[in-house]
């Protein structure tokens, strides 16, 4: 019994770290889907959600009335998430150039949305986070994959600033991996969500979202696929952040992924045949939520082995998870943390997706914690 959970965990393992990236990267060479692009102006609304966002507002509002898009077709809705800080007082100033601010009763991110989904008035919604600049070309790039009507919702990309420890270089290494899937996913056919700081969407298409749901990045361009769009990934619309620690990752990871298993209980439908995805969906995102647990049973299967499997099996093992604890005690500049940091990054996220399976027993839990950033020095 050990041997056999010990080689389907292991074969499981494999297909997600292994097989299916290189099962997408074969099937995104035979299948890829062309894409038309028009530069035709549509009338926009800007979705910008903020909570105690005094210190990004500004340079953030800045950046999107500098977009490369004609102004008198964008209109900029700033939801306040009832802040205890400036945000309002900051939003309020900006008024006179055309925003529009709402003060809102705390509700999360999700409700603050849906009020904006009933103000908004143009063909196309925008919706970003505070803290992300914007390149100058974004909406402009995402805009133009709208000439292609059965194109429901486009992706912006993410750039992470370059960190200035292993841990944060890592996790920017995590995000380039994670585009890379994305854009694998885009040319094939959709991606299974955007990317939440920079995309757009149909306007028509999308929903109110249910509440407390924490991944509105997946729910609403979802519901464009699902109702037989495409979900793109424009890599020249970009949005800027900064790096973020390793601790700071570990309980991002554990709300997005939380929100993976809420969201197969809000659309269970991705999951059987209206998903013509269902193969990608279930190795990219389920797969990633099992992964962990799978880890687990290798761990425990290995001391039952039969010899001499059972010894290498087991301290391999152990020693994989010693390099994690490792690299905690290592300076920053020794040259083993080039090993030992990318374990440790590893065995982090993978327990940031353990601690996201608590949604199942506690769905009410505190998962929206604010994303602590090390901006880069002046």
């Known amino acids: 019994m050990a041997t056999l959970v010990f080689v389907v965990s292991a074969a499981f393992i494999a297909y997600t770290l292994f097989g299916y990236p290189l099962l997408l990267s074969l099937l995104a060479r035979r299948r890829r889907t062309p894409l038309v692009r028009a530069d035709t102006p549509r009338t926009v609304s800007v979705l910008l959600p903020v909570h105690n966002g005094e210190r990004f507002l500004a340079a953030k509002l800045d950046s999107i009335l500098a977009l490369d898009y ?196 809000f659309l269970p439908q991705l999951l059987g045949p209206r998903n013509r995805m269902w193969i990608h969906f279930i190795s990219h995102k389920m797969a990633r939520l099992v992964l962990p647990f799978a880890l687990l049973a290798l761990l425990l299967a290995a001391p039952f082995l039969p010899a001499p499997w059972a010894w290498w099996a087991t301290a391999s093992q152990v020693a994989f998870y010693l390099l994690a604890l490792l690299d905690l005690a290592l300076p920053e500049r020794w040259v083993l943390k080039r090993l030992t940091s990318p374990v440790r990054t590893f065995v982090v996220l993978m327990a940031a997706s353990f601690r996201a399976a608590g949604i199942l027993v506690r769905p009410k839990g505190e998962y929206w914690v604010p994303t602590i950033v090390r901006p880069p020095a002046p």
Not at 80 to 85: F, G, P, Q, R, V
Not at 215 to 225: R, S, T
Not at 241 to 253: C, G, M, N, V
């Open 70 to 265: 004609p102004p008198e077709l964008v209109e900029v809705l700033v939801l306040d998430d009832a802040s205890e800080d400036r945000t309002g007082e900051i939003a309020r100033e900006y008024v006179p150039r055309g925003v529009r601010v709402f003060t809102l009763p705390r509700g999360g991110k999700a409700q603050a949305l849906n009020y904006g989904l009933t103000e908004a008035r143009g063909e196309i919604l925008f919706l970003t986070d505070v803290r992300q600049q914007l390149s100058p070309n974004a909406l402009r790039a995402l805009n133009a994959c709208f000439a292609h009507s059965r194109v429901g919702a486009v992706s912006g990309e993410l750039v992470i600033l370059d960190g200035a420890t292993q841990a944060e270089v890592n996790v920017g290494l995590y995000w380039k991996y994670e585009k890379w899937i994305r854009g694998q996913l885009s040319a094939i056919d959709s991606v299974p969500g955007c990317t939440g700081c920079i995309y757009a969407l149909r306007r028509e298409l999308a929903k109110p979202l249910p509440p407390g749901c924490l991944n509105d990045d997946m729910y609403l361009p979802l519901q464009a696929f699902l109702a037989g769009y495409r979900v793109l990934l424009e890599p020249a619309a970009k949005a800027f952040d900064y790096p973020t620690a390793l601790e700071s990752e570990f309980r991002r990871k554990v709300r997005t992924l939380a929100g993976n298993y809420q969201l197969v209980g």
